[in-house]
Protein backbone atom coordinates (compact mmCIF):
# COMPACT_ATOMS: atom_id res chain seq x y z
CA UNK A 1 0.00 0.00 0.00
CA UNK A 2 1.34 3.78 -0.97
CA UNK A 3 0.26 5.51 1.43
CA UNK A 4 1.77 5.79 5.12
CA UNK A 5 1.26 8.46 6.91
CA UNK A 6 -2.83 10.20 7.11
CA UNK A 7 -2.90 13.88 7.63
CA UNK A 8 -5.63 15.88 9.03
CA UNK A 9 -7.09 19.24 9.66
CA UNK A 10 -9.17 19.40 12.71
CA UNK A 11 -11.44 22.47 12.12
CA UNK A 12 -14.85 21.53 10.09
CA UNK A 13 -13.14 18.66 9.35
CA UNK A 14 -13.30 16.26 12.57
CA UNK A 15 -15.95 18.71 14.08
CA UNK A 16 -18.46 21.29 13.58
CA UNK A 17 -16.17 24.22 14.49
CA UNK A 18 -17.81 27.12 13.43
CA UNK A 19 -21.15 25.95 14.74
CA UNK A 20 -20.06 25.89 18.31
CA UNK A 21 -17.70 28.74 18.11
CA UNK A 22 -21.31 30.45 17.50
CA UNK A 23 -23.24 28.66 20.02
CA UNK A 24 -20.22 29.43 22.50
CA UNK A 25 -20.81 32.96 21.73
CA UNK A 26 -24.40 32.99 22.06
CA UNK A 27 -23.79 31.48 25.39
CA UNK A 28 -21.30 34.16 26.32
CA UNK A 29 -24.29 37.17 26.02
CA UNK A 30 -26.79 35.16 27.31
CA UNK A 31 -24.51 34.63 30.38
CA UNK A 32 -23.91 38.40 30.50
CA UNK A 33 -27.54 39.37 30.46
CA UNK A 34 -28.49 36.80 33.19
CA UNK A 35 -26.08 38.46 35.47
CA UNK A 36 -27.43 41.86 34.42
CA UNK A 37 -26.52 43.09 31.63
CA UNK A 38 -28.69 45.39 30.22
CA UNK A 39 -29.16 45.13 26.82
CA UNK A 40 -30.97 43.12 24.09
CA UNK A 41 -29.31 40.37 22.86
CA UNK A 42 -29.18 41.38 18.88
CA UNK A 43 -27.03 44.13 20.01
CA UNK A 44 -24.88 42.74 22.15
CA UNK A 45 -24.50 39.68 19.61
CA UNK A 46 -23.79 42.53 16.66
CA UNK A 47 -21.23 44.85 18.91
CA UNK A 48 -19.37 41.40 19.54
CA UNK A 49 -19.48 40.10 16.19
CA UNK A 50 -17.45 43.34 14.79
CA UNK A 51 -15.25 43.01 17.56
CA UNK A 52 -14.53 39.37 16.66
CA UNK A 53 -13.98 40.69 12.74
CA UNK A 54 -11.77 43.37 13.92
CA UNK A 55 -9.45 41.27 16.10
CA UNK A 56 -9.90 37.96 15.05
CA UNK A 57 -10.71 34.80 17.22
CA UNK A 58 -7.25 34.33 18.19
CA UNK A 59 -7.77 37.35 20.72
CA UNK A 60 -8.24 36.47 24.07
CA UNK A 61 -10.44 40.05 25.57
CA UNK A 62 -13.27 40.13 23.04
CA UNK A 63 -15.96 40.36 26.37
CA UNK A 64 -13.50 42.74 28.21
CA UNK A 65 -13.28 45.15 24.88
CA UNK A 66 -17.29 44.65 24.54
CA UNK A 67 -17.57 45.90 28.22
CA UNK A 68 -15.49 48.89 27.45
CA UNK A 69 -17.33 50.07 24.33
CA UNK A 70 -20.82 49.82 26.22
CA UNK A 71 -18.49 51.58 29.04
CA UNK A 72 -19.37 49.24 31.54
CA UNK A 73 -18.38 50.18 35.03
CA UNK A 74 -17.66 47.07 37.08
CA UNK A 75 -17.07 44.50 33.97
CA UNK A 76 -15.77 42.10 35.85
CA UNK A 77 -18.64 40.12 37.00
CA UNK A 78 -19.97 40.17 33.30
CA UNK A 79 -16.75 39.07 31.64
CA UNK A 80 -16.34 35.99 34.41
CA UNK A 81 -19.87 34.87 33.03
CA UNK A 82 -19.18 35.39 29.27
CA UNK A 83 -15.49 33.52 29.53
CA UNK A 84 -17.24 31.20 31.49
CA UNK A 85 -20.01 30.25 29.47
CA UNK A 86 -17.68 30.30 26.11
CA UNK A 87 -15.34 27.49 27.83
CA UNK A 88 -17.88 25.78 29.33
CA UNK A 89 -19.66 25.39 25.85
CA UNK A 90 -15.95 25.06 23.92
CA UNK A 91 -15.41 22.07 26.80
CA UNK A 92 -18.22 20.65 25.14
CA UNK A 93 -17.39 20.12 21.84
CA UNK A 94 -18.45 16.33 19.98
CA UNK A 95 -16.86 14.86 17.10
CA UNK A 96 -18.87 14.05 13.64
CA UNK A 97 -20.46 11.00 14.71
CA UNK A 98 -18.64 8.85 12.39
CA UNK A 99 -15.26 10.38 13.31
CA UNK A 100 -14.34 8.51 16.07
CA UNK A 101 -14.95 4.85 14.96
CA UNK A 102 -13.54 5.78 11.21
CA UNK A 103 -9.66 7.01 13.24
CA UNK A 104 -10.02 3.98 15.06
CA UNK A 105 -10.36 1.83 12.11
CA UNK A 106 -7.55 3.43 10.03
CA UNK A 107 -5.73 2.51 13.38
CA UNK A 108 -6.64 -0.88 13.21
CA UNK A 109 -5.59 -1.05 9.87
CA UNK A 110 -2.00 0.34 10.75
CA UNK A 111 -1.86 4.01 9.64
CA UNK A 112 -0.46 6.49 12.10
CA UNK A 113 -2.44 9.59 11.97
CA UNK A 114 -1.48 13.16 12.04
CA UNK A 115 -2.85 16.56 12.62
CA UNK A 116 -1.37 19.67 9.86
CA UNK A 117 -2.97 22.68 11.39
CA UNK A 118 -2.90 26.37 12.08
CA UNK A 119 -2.41 27.82 15.73
CA UNK A 120 -1.23 26.66 19.02
CA UNK A 121 -0.44 23.48 19.55
CA UNK A 122 -1.45 22.91 23.45
CA UNK A 123 -4.92 24.85 21.91
CA UNK A 124 -5.06 21.92 19.04
CA UNK A 125 -4.50 19.30 21.40
CA UNK A 126 -6.81 20.54 24.22
CA UNK A 127 -9.63 20.36 20.76
CA UNK A 128 -8.38 16.79 20.40
CA UNK A 129 -8.60 15.74 24.38
CA UNK A 130 -12.17 17.54 24.19
CA UNK A 131 -13.21 15.80 21.23
CA UNK A 132 -11.98 12.46 22.98
CA UNK A 133 -9.77 11.52 19.75
CA UNK A 134 -6.32 12.52 21.61
CA UNK A 135 -5.01 9.20 22.03
CA UNK A 136 -5.42 8.25 18.03
CA UNK A 137 -2.87 10.91 17.10
CA UNK A 138 1.09 10.49 16.72
CA UNK A 139 1.61 14.35 16.67
CA UNK A 140 0.32 17.40 16.12
CA UNK A 141 2.05 19.92 13.10
CA UNK A 142 1.29 23.34 13.35
CA UNK A 143 2.35 26.43 11.94
CA UNK A 144 1.32 30.06 11.54
CA UNK A 145 0.04 29.69 7.92
CA UNK A 146 -0.45 26.15 5.34
CA UNK A 147 1.61 26.53 2.84
CA UNK A 148 3.74 24.31 0.57
CA UNK A 149 6.67 25.48 3.24
CA UNK A 150 4.81 23.90 6.32
CA UNK A 151 3.72 20.64 4.23
CA UNK A 152 7.53 20.46 3.29
CA UNK A 153 8.75 20.55 6.88
CA UNK A 154 5.80 17.67 7.66
CA UNK A 155 7.30 15.64 5.17
CA UNK A 156 10.69 16.62 6.36
CA UNK A 157 10.01 15.50 10.12
CA UNK A 158 8.10 12.27 8.77
CA UNK A 159 11.27 11.20 6.85
CA UNK A 160 8.58 10.09 4.26
CA UNK A 161 7.92 11.09 0.53
CA UNK A 162 5.18 12.85 -0.55
CA UNK A 163 3.28 10.29 -2.51
CA UNK A 164 3.05 7.79 0.82
CA UNK A 165 1.26 11.05 2.94
CA UNK A 166 -2.09 11.76 2.53
CA UNK A 167 -4.11 15.56 3.92
CA UNK A 168 -7.67 15.37 4.94
CA UNK A 169 -9.62 18.57 5.20
CA UNK A 170 -12.23 20.78 3.95
CA UNK A 171 -10.43 24.12 2.70
CA UNK A 172 -9.62 24.27 -0.81
CA UNK A 173 -6.54 26.74 -0.15
CA UNK A 174 -5.38 25.45 3.16
CA UNK A 175 -5.56 21.74 2.92
CA UNK A 176 -5.79 20.85 -1.03
CA UNK A 177 -4.11 23.12 -2.76
CA UNK A 178 -0.61 23.53 -1.38
CA UNK A 179 -0.45 19.92 -0.43
CA UNK A 180 -1.48 18.78 -3.71
CA UNK A 181 1.31 20.89 -5.29
CA UNK A 182 4.36 18.82 -3.79
CA UNK A 183 2.10 15.55 -4.76
CA UNK A 184 0.85 14.67 -1.16
CA UNK A 185 -2.67 13.00 -2.16
CA UNK A 186 -5.53 15.00 -1.08
CA UNK A 187 -8.79 14.58 0.60
CA UNK A 188 -11.75 17.31 0.47
CA UNK A 189 -14.13 16.61 3.05
CA UNK A 190 -17.04 18.74 1.95
CA UNK A 191 -18.62 19.88 5.45
CA UNK A 192 -19.25 23.26 6.90
CA UNK A 193 -19.37 26.65 5.43
CA UNK A 194 -16.75 26.01 2.64
CA UNK A 195 -18.38 22.93 1.35
CA UNK A 196 -19.97 25.83 -0.29
CA UNK A 197 -17.47 27.57 -2.28
CA UNK A 198 -18.59 27.47 -5.74
CA UNK A 199 -14.79 26.73 -7.11
CA UNK A 200 -14.79 23.30 -8.43
CA UNK A 201 -12.07 21.37 -6.11
CA UNK A 202 -8.59 19.86 -7.34
CA UNK A 203 -8.56 17.68 -4.85
CA UNK A 204 -7.44 13.65 -5.67
CA UNK A 205 -10.99 12.26 -3.74
CA UNK A 206 -13.85 14.38 -2.49
CA UNK A 207 -15.81 12.97 0.35
CA UNK A 208 -19.33 14.33 2.39
CA UNK A 209 -18.27 12.18 5.57
CA UNK A 210 -15.09 11.06 6.90
CA UNK A 211 -15.87 7.29 7.28
CA UNK A 212 -15.70 7.32 3.18
CA UNK A 213 -11.87 7.64 3.71
CA UNK A 214 -12.30 3.72 4.39
CA UNK A 215 -13.26 2.87 0.93
CA UNK A 216 -10.49 5.10 -0.49
CA UNK B 1 -30.22 47.00 63.32
CA UNK B 2 -26.55 48.46 63.23
CA UNK B 3 -25.14 45.94 60.98
CA UNK B 4 -25.95 47.15 57.32
CA UNK B 5 -23.14 45.77 55.04
CA UNK B 6 -21.78 42.15 55.45
CA UNK B 7 -18.80 41.20 53.94
CA UNK B 8 -17.60 37.63 52.70
CA UNK B 9 -14.41 35.64 52.21
CA UNK B 10 -14.61 32.94 49.60
CA UNK B 11 -11.55 30.57 50.21
CA UNK B 12 -12.63 27.69 52.66
CA UNK B 13 -15.09 30.17 53.57
CA UNK B 14 -18.15 29.82 50.83
CA UNK B 15 -16.07 26.62 49.46
CA UNK B 16 -13.87 24.19 50.17
CA UNK B 17 -11.25 25.85 48.43
CA UNK B 18 -8.06 23.56 49.40
CA UNK B 19 -10.20 20.15 48.92
CA UNK B 20 -11.08 21.75 45.44
CA UNK B 21 -7.86 22.01 44.60
CA UNK B 22 -5.91 18.85 45.67
CA UNK B 23 -8.69 17.13 43.33
CA UNK B 24 -8.04 18.96 40.56
CA UNK B 25 -4.15 18.87 40.71
CA UNK B 26 -5.15 15.10 41.09
CA UNK B 27 -7.40 14.78 37.84
CA UNK B 28 -4.71 16.93 36.57
CA UNK B 29 -1.88 14.62 36.91
CA UNK B 30 -3.66 11.70 35.81
CA UNK B 31 -5.31 13.18 32.94
CA UNK B 32 -1.43 13.08 32.00
CA UNK B 33 -0.88 9.53 32.74
CA UNK B 34 -4.06 8.59 30.36
CA UNK B 35 -2.28 10.35 27.66
CA UNK B 36 0.44 8.47 28.16
CA UNK B 37 3.28 10.17 30.41
CA UNK B 38 5.33 7.08 31.58
CA UNK B 39 5.22 7.71 35.55
CA UNK B 40 3.82 7.27 38.52
CA UNK B 41 0.77 9.48 40.17
CA UNK B 42 3.18 9.19 43.52
CA UNK B 43 6.08 10.76 41.69
CA UNK B 44 4.31 13.28 39.66
CA UNK B 45 2.39 14.61 42.46
CA UNK B 46 5.38 15.03 44.43
CA UNK B 47 7.20 17.53 41.50
CA UNK B 48 4.23 19.11 41.13
CA UNK B 49 4.04 19.91 44.74
CA UNK B 50 6.89 21.33 44.89
CA UNK B 51 6.36 23.73 41.69
CA UNK B 52 3.62 24.91 43.08
CA UNK B 53 5.06 25.75 46.64
CA UNK B 54 7.95 27.10 44.48
CA UNK B 55 6.20 29.13 41.73
CA UNK B 56 2.55 29.88 43.90
CA UNK B 57 -0.46 28.50 43.23
CA UNK B 58 -0.84 32.02 40.90
CA UNK B 59 1.83 30.56 38.25
CA UNK B 60 0.05 29.79 34.86
CA UNK B 61 2.57 27.28 34.46
CA UNK B 62 2.99 24.31 36.65
CA UNK B 63 2.15 21.59 33.74
CA UNK B 64 4.68 23.18 31.77
CA UNK B 65 7.47 23.40 34.66
CA UNK B 66 6.99 20.01 35.38
CA UNK B 67 6.87 18.56 31.74
CA UNK B 68 10.19 20.78 31.32
CA UNK B 69 11.66 19.04 34.32
CA UNK B 70 11.32 15.53 33.17
CA UNK B 71 12.26 16.34 29.74
CA UNK B 72 9.29 15.47 27.89
CA UNK B 73 10.13 16.00 24.37
CA UNK B 74 6.60 16.65 22.90
CA UNK B 75 4.67 18.60 26.05
CA UNK B 76 1.77 19.77 24.25
CA UNK B 77 -0.52 16.69 24.72
CA UNK B 78 0.60 16.09 28.05
CA UNK B 79 0.20 20.34 29.12
CA UNK B 80 -3.28 20.61 27.03
CA UNK B 81 -4.59 17.29 29.14
CA UNK B 82 -3.27 18.33 32.43
CA UNK B 83 -4.72 21.81 32.14
CA UNK B 84 -8.46 20.54 30.75
CA UNK B 85 -8.71 18.21 34.08
CA UNK B 86 -7.71 21.07 36.43
CA UNK B 87 -10.48 23.42 34.80
CA UNK B 88 -12.98 20.67 34.47
CA UNK B 89 -12.38 20.28 38.19
CA UNK B 90 -11.87 23.99 39.01
CA UNK B 91 -15.76 24.44 36.83
CA UNK B 92 -17.34 21.57 39.35
CA UNK B 93 -16.63 23.63 42.47
CA UNK B 94 -19.85 23.45 44.88
CA UNK B 95 -20.40 25.75 47.48
CA UNK B 96 -20.92 24.62 51.61
CA UNK B 97 -24.12 23.38 51.42
CA UNK B 98 -25.75 25.56 53.73
CA UNK B 99 -24.14 28.58 52.07
CA UNK B 100 -26.83 28.94 49.00
CA UNK B 101 -29.81 29.08 51.38
CA UNK B 102 -27.86 31.33 53.74
CA UNK B 103 -27.28 33.88 51.30
CA UNK B 104 -30.59 33.67 49.98
CA UNK B 105 -32.10 34.37 53.61
CA UNK B 106 -29.58 37.31 54.42
CA UNK B 107 -30.71 39.19 51.38
CA UNK B 108 -34.58 38.73 52.26
CA UNK B 109 -33.33 40.23 55.48
CA UNK B 110 -32.50 43.51 53.48
CA UNK B 111 -28.47 42.89 53.88
CA UNK B 112 -26.46 44.06 50.80
CA UNK B 113 -23.71 41.27 50.39
CA UNK B 114 -20.31 41.82 49.53
CA UNK B 115 -16.50 40.01 49.14
CA UNK B 116 -13.20 40.71 50.21
CA UNK B 117 -10.70 38.40 48.73
CA UNK B 118 -7.26 38.73 47.54
CA UNK B 119 -6.09 37.90 44.12
CA UNK B 120 -7.83 38.92 40.60
CA UNK B 121 -11.67 40.12 40.33
CA UNK B 122 -12.73 38.08 37.22
CA UNK B 123 -11.27 34.53 38.66
CA UNK B 124 -12.87 36.01 41.92
CA UNK B 125 -16.36 36.32 40.10
CA UNK B 126 -15.70 33.15 38.06
CA UNK B 127 -15.62 31.35 41.29
CA UNK B 128 -19.42 33.30 42.34
CA UNK B 129 -20.33 32.31 39.15
CA UNK B 130 -18.87 28.14 39.27
CA UNK B 131 -20.79 28.26 42.53
CA UNK B 132 -23.93 29.90 41.43
CA UNK B 133 -24.48 32.76 43.86
CA UNK B 134 -23.07 36.05 41.96
CA UNK B 135 -26.38 37.22 41.86
CA UNK B 136 -26.31 37.73 45.30
CA UNK B 137 -23.42 39.94 45.86
CA UNK B 138 -23.22 43.37 44.85
CA UNK B 139 -19.48 43.70 44.88
CA UNK B 140 -16.02 42.48 44.86
CA UNK B 141 -13.37 44.08 46.61
CA UNK B 142 -9.85 42.77 45.61
CA UNK B 143 -6.36 43.22 46.94
CA UNK B 144 -3.09 42.22 46.77
CA UNK B 145 -3.30 41.93 50.86
CA UNK B 146 -6.09 41.58 53.10
CA UNK B 147 -4.46 44.52 55.52
CA UNK B 148 -6.09 47.34 57.40
CA UNK B 149 -5.92 49.64 54.42
CA UNK B 150 -8.00 47.47 52.50
CA UNK B 151 -10.87 47.79 54.33
CA UNK B 152 -10.36 51.26 54.80
CA UNK B 153 -11.00 51.76 51.39
CA UNK B 154 -13.91 49.30 51.68
CA UNK B 155 -15.09 51.14 54.07
CA UNK B 156 -14.61 54.11 52.24
CA UNK B 157 -16.02 52.96 49.06
CA UNK B 158 -19.37 51.91 50.94
CA UNK B 159 -19.41 54.91 52.64
CA UNK B 160 -20.32 53.77 56.19
CA UNK B 161 -18.78 53.45 59.36
CA UNK B 162 -16.92 50.37 60.59
CA UNK B 163 -19.70 49.36 63.39
CA UNK B 164 -21.91 48.88 60.26
CA UNK B 165 -19.95 46.09 58.67
CA UNK B 166 -19.35 42.81 59.33
CA UNK B 167 -16.24 40.47 57.87
CA UNK B 168 -17.29 36.76 57.67
CA UNK B 169 -13.84 34.74 57.15
CA UNK B 170 -12.24 31.59 58.21
CA UNK B 171 -8.46 33.15 58.64
CA UNK B 172 -7.89 35.09 61.89
CA UNK B 173 -4.68 36.79 60.25
CA UNK B 174 -6.62 37.97 56.88
CA UNK B 175 -10.48 37.99 57.63
CA UNK B 176 -10.58 38.96 61.56
CA UNK B 177 -7.51 40.99 63.04
CA UNK B 178 -7.24 43.79 60.61
CA UNK B 179 -11.10 44.42 60.04
CA UNK B 180 -11.34 43.97 63.89
CA UNK B 181 -9.01 46.54 64.39
CA UNK B 182 -11.03 49.38 62.26
CA UNK B 183 -14.20 48.48 64.38
CA UNK B 184 -15.39 46.43 61.93
CA UNK B 185 -17.58 43.39 63.51
CA UNK B 186 -15.63 39.78 63.05
CA UNK B 187 -17.13 36.39 62.50
CA UNK B 188 -14.88 33.46 62.40
CA UNK B 189 -16.04 30.48 60.11
CA UNK B 190 -13.90 27.24 61.49
CA UNK B 191 -13.78 24.92 58.82
CA UNK B 192 -10.81 23.99 56.06
CA UNK B 193 -7.07 24.07 57.39
CA UNK B 194 -6.79 26.85 59.02
CA UNK B 195 -9.58 26.25 61.92
CA UNK B 196 -7.01 23.32 63.52
CA UNK B 197 -4.70 26.34 64.22
CA UNK B 198 -4.02 26.46 68.07
CA UNK B 199 -3.96 30.32 68.90
CA UNK B 200 -7.52 31.62 70.10
CA UNK B 201 -9.75 34.03 67.83
CA UNK B 202 -10.11 37.33 68.55
CA UNK B 203 -13.15 37.51 66.58
CA UNK B 204 -16.62 38.76 67.91
CA UNK B 205 -18.05 35.59 66.91
CA UNK B 206 -16.95 32.17 66.23
CA UNK B 207 -19.35 29.39 64.11
CA UNK B 208 -18.75 26.38 61.95
CA UNK B 209 -21.37 27.00 59.82
CA UNK B 210 -22.27 29.65 57.77
CA UNK B 211 -26.38 29.06 58.73
CA UNK B 212 -25.42 29.92 62.13
CA UNK B 213 -25.17 33.95 60.77
CA UNK B 214 -28.67 34.07 60.76
CA UNK B 215 -29.03 33.74 64.27
CA UNK B 216 -26.18 36.06 65.33
Chains 1, 2 share one sequence.
Not at 27 to 56: C, E, H, P, W
Not at 133 to 156: C, P, T
Request: hydrophobic fraction near 40%; charged fraction near 25%.
Amino acid sequence: MAIKHLLFDIDDTLFASSEFSALARKNAINAMIAMGLDYDYAFLNKKLSQIVLRKTSNYSYHFNDLCKELKVKNPSKFVAAAVAAYHDSKSAIQPFPEVPITLLKLKEKGYPLYIATTGNSVKQWDKLIRLKIALYFEEVFVSDQKNEQFYKKILKSLNTKPQNCMMIGDREDRDILPAKKLGIQTVRVFVGKYSRESVPSQADYKIKKIDELLSI
